[in-house]
């Protein structure tokens, strides 16, 4: 158990639909990642925040959104979903967000199916 | 850019060696190494910096190259738990950790 939990586990929805997949990091650490994990695709990352700020933007669409709240779990939103947007979305979390570079901690994931 | 694995996949049976190589065309602060096993979280396995530090595992060792910005994971004596997908994340360092990961290595060890 790696300490971080997210939520949903599973999630089916249908083309079109709003969802809102949520992240708590590890006690004491700053910084909140998020991948998506696709078939195709490998590991892509997606956005990084660190204390309630947004620090680095990966190839995330503009369909997706996220944000730290200051309790630092983080909520992804994904918005009118299509078919390809299916996959195992991570979020991770680590000590900080700069400097020294700290492992990442990974969440179990949570499976996203459009349908 | 995505970093590059190499092999795709390895089959061995316990008892052997095996390594994975990781490549970039950037230059690198860092390269992570984690493990994946199907349906399951990725799990750290190991840090390696510029300038030879390294954090990670006991059982496991790694080199990284910075001339070559390269990176390979070295796996000895093969137990059945190693098998899994082996993923090398890349930071090029600012201010943010953000891991580029590569495409993977799928590693299956047989009795």
């Known amino acids: 158990d790696s300490g971080v939990t997210q939520t949903p586990k599973h999630l089916i929805t249908a083309t079109g639909q709003r969802v809102t997949l949520r992240c708590s990091p590890r006690?004491?650490?700053?910084?909140v990642y998020w991948y998506q994990q696709s078939l195709d695709q490998g590991l892509q990352f997606l956005i990084h925040y660190y204390n309630g700020e947004e620090r680095a933007k990966g190839n995330i669409l503009e369909r997706f959104s996220a944000q730290q709240f200051p309790d630092l779990h983080s909520e992804l939103n994904l918005s009118s979903l299509e078919l390809g947007d299916s996959a195992l979305y991570f979020c991770?979390?680590?000590?900080?967000?700069?400097?020294?570079?700290?492992?990442?901690?990974f969440g179990p994931g949570t499976r996203l199916t459009v349908t | 850019q995505q970093p590059v694995q190499s092999p795709q996949a390895v089959i061995l049976r316990e008892g052997e060696d095996a390594v994975i190589n990781c490549s970039s065309s950037k230059a690198l602060y860092s390269v992570h190494w984690y493990r994946q096993k199907h349906g399951e979280a990725p799990v750290f396995l190991m840090i390696?910096?510029?300038?030879?530090e390294q954090k990670g595992h006991e059982k496991i060792s790694a080199s990284f190259n910075e001339k070559k910005q390269q990176s390979s994971l070295y796996l000895t004596a093969s137990q059945l738990s190693y098998s899994g997908t082996y993923f090398c994340g890349t930071r090029r360092g600012g201010a943010t950790n953000k891991l580029i990961f590569g495409t993977g290595t799928l590693l299956a060890v047989q009795p």
């Open positions: 006690s004491g650490d700053l910084s």
């Open positions: 991770a979390s680590s000590v900080e967000g700069s400097g020294f570079s700290y492992e990442q901690y």
């Open positions: 390696l910096l510029k300038g030879g």
